[in-house]
C-alpha cells in the first residue's frame, strides 16, 4: 500500500537525519518503561462468494487512521560493543474504526486494544543514536458489528487475533536515562471469522485486517 510505503520511507529519513547527531554515552543495559503516542491504521477487506452467476463476488476494503496511547517495558543486552537485543512487551488504548459495506452487508470494526511483545536487533551508529529491526507478536482486540439494511437488529461480537509484526525504528539516547524512539510496525492479512449470524454456509467469506503504526516514544532506563 501507499500509504505503508509513504509512512516506512518517513521512519527512513528520520533515521539519516538524526545520524549525525553524536556526543554524550549511551544508557547501561537492563530494564527500562516508558510511554507511547502513535498513529494507528487499521484496514478491513472482505471478500464475498456468493456463489450467483447474477451476484458474482466482490472484495471491498475500509481503513481509518487514529491516534494511540500506551506503554511498554523492555530489557536491552549489547552483545558487542556496538550490537544489541532488546525484548519489549506493550500495550496500546486504540480507537481507530471501519466501516466497511459490501453487498448490502455493513460490517464495523472497533479496535478497542493492541498488545504484545516485539524483539528488537540493532546496532549502535554513534553513542547516542541506533537503529534496529522490530519482530514480534501483536494481539489486536476489536467489536465486530455485522447488519443489513433490510433485516434490523445489528449483531454484534469481538475477537482477539494475533499477528506477526514487522518493522523498523531508531533511537536517541538524551542522556544516561532517558532516551526517544521512533518506530513503523505493520501487520498484514490476518484472518478472523465473520460472526455466525451473518456466515452463509458453503459460502466462502473471509475478512482480513491489515495494521501499521508510526509511533514516537520516551523510556526511561533503571
Partial sequence: MNS???KLSAVVSAVVLSSVMSAGAMAADGFYVGGQLQSSTFGHSIERNTGSATS??????????DVAVGV??????HLTDDAFVVAEAFYNDENAETTNINNMLQTQLELNSSYGINFKAGVD?????SVYGIAGATVLDFDIHNSYPFAPPMRSGDTSEVGLSL?????????KQWSVKGEYIQINDLSFDPLPEVAVPGKLNPN???????????????
Fill in 208 to 222: 482480513e485486517v491489515d495494521f501499521d503504526s508510526l509511533k514516537l516514544s520516551v523510556s526511561y532506563a533503571f
Fill in 4 to 6: 505503508s510505503k509513504a
Fill in 125 to 129: 551508529v554513534t553513542s547516542k543514536f
Fill in 56 to 65: 458474482p463476488s466482490i472484495t471491498s476494503f475500509a481503513e481509518e487512521t
Fill in 72 to 77: 511498554h517495558l523492555g530489557y536491552k543486552l
Fill in 167 to 175: 518493522g523498523a525504528g531508531f533511537e536517541y539516547q538524551v542522556d
